[in-house]
């Protein structure tokens, strides 16, 4: 079993940034993806971002060059840092753990950016 704790949401305005970070706790297996998605008011789940154990990186079109995605593999913890925030930034963050074995959610956290 694998247990996520997502932090980091809150209310910004429209060009500010946030940094979201998930842990990750349990039976973590070394070959793993760690990933973002998010979700807005009456949209479907998407993807955000992704990192790979071994480094392969990607991203959303709508978020290149504004958001990166990092991770440290010691701490199993994956950050997002989002720059230049947009109100169509909004929406509750998912973070994701996949392995060959298990496909883990965090609970979600909010993002608003306001106009």
């Known amino acids: 079993q694998v247990h996520l704790v997502e932090s980091g949401g809150g209310v910004v305005q429209a060009g500010g940034s946030l940094r979201l970070s998930c842990a990750a706790f349990?039976?973590?297996?070394?070959?793993?993806?760690m990933n973002w998605y998010r979700q807005a008011p009456g949209k479907q789940r998407e993807l955000v971002a992704s990192?790979?154990?071994?480094?392969?990186?990607n991203y959303a079109d709508s978020v290149k060059e504004r958001f990166t995605i990092s991770r440290d593999n010691a701490k199993n913890t994956v950050y997002l840092q989002m720059n230049s925030l947009k109100p169509e930034d909004t929406g509750v963050y998912y973070c994701?753990?996949?392995?060959?074995?298990?496909?883990?959610w965090g609970k979600g956290t909010q993002v608003i950016v306001s106009s």
């Open positions: 349990g039976s973590i297996r070394s070959n793993n993806d």
């Open positions: 990192k790979s154990s071994r480094g392969n990186t």
């Open positions: 994701n753990f996949r392995d060959s074995y298990m496909n883990t």
